[in-house]
């Protein structure tokens, strides 16, 4: 995307933003649009959290409960007599 843009372009954006915005401004325009990719950052890995956490969820549910026992009585042979 920016391929066409060259150094030239580069710089005449940044007076371009000077003449638009003032010298005052740009440092809190740029807090502004930092605080903006922060929160998005932010409230995309909290949307990737949920989503991995209810997966887990999910195949903790679809595991099947395997009961734990303890074989007090001998094995019953149902072999047939000789």
């Not at 638009?20 to 890995?45: D, I």
Request: hydrophobic share 40%.
């Amino acid at each position: 995307m920016f391929n066409s843009i060259g150094p030239t372009g580069f710089i005449l954006l940044a007076v371009l933003a000077l003449l638009l915005f003032g010298p005052n401004k740009l440092p809190e325009l740029g807090r502004a649009v930092g605080r903006t990719f922060r929160e998005f950052k932010e409230g995309a890995r909290d949307i990737i959290s949920d989503d991995d956490a209810s997966s887990r969820k999910e195949q903790e549910k679809a595991k099947p409960l395997v009961a734990e026992t303890t074989i007090t009585e001998k094995p019953v042979d149902k072999r047939l007599p000789e």
